[in-house]
Nanobody, 126 residues
Framework: QVQLVESGGGLVQNGGSLRLSCAAS????????MGWFRQAPGKEREFVAR????????YYADSVKGRFTISRDNAKNTVYLQMNSLKPEDTAVYYC???????????????????WGQGTQVTVSS
């Protein structure tokens, strides 16, 4: 079992940057593939990014590719989402999630992730 706590959200101007953190406890993040999802008001939760645990492969939603980067610091037991060139369309609650298995299919399906954080709000103003 692993507990996840997101932080780093806030209000940023169009074109600005934020770095979200997902601090894990209870287990080491090396046991998990880690993902980021987001949910805007009135919309379903959508996949943002994923980092597999063994291969190091990364996956990104088309809407964030080239702007967002997922990474991990094993010494800090923390996963990050660096967000650059932010747009108002990026406004959402961002969640980190852990998947016990490396996989290349169904990675955008939230049901494949075993553990979730509480979320952190990101608001991008125009």
């Amino acid at each position: 079992q692993v507990q996840l706590v997101e932080s780093g959200g806030g209000l940023v101007q169009n074109g600005g940057s934020l770095r979200l953190s997902c601090a894990a406890s209870g287990r080491t993040i090396t046991n998990y593939a880690m993902g980021w999802f987001r949910q805007a008001p009135g919309k379903e939760r959508e996949f943002v990014a994923r980092l597999n645990k063994s291969t190091g492969s990364t996956y990104y939603a088309d809407s964030v590719k080239g702007r967002f980067t997922i990474s991990r610091d094993n010494a800090k037991n923390t996963v990050y989402l660096q967000m650059n060139s932010l747009k108002p369309e990026d406004t959402a609650v961002y969640y980190c999630a852990a998947d016990r298995f490396d996989r290349s299919t169904q990675i955008k399906n939230p049901r494949q992730y075993n553990y979730w954080g509480q979320g952190t709000q990101v608001t991008v103003s125009s």
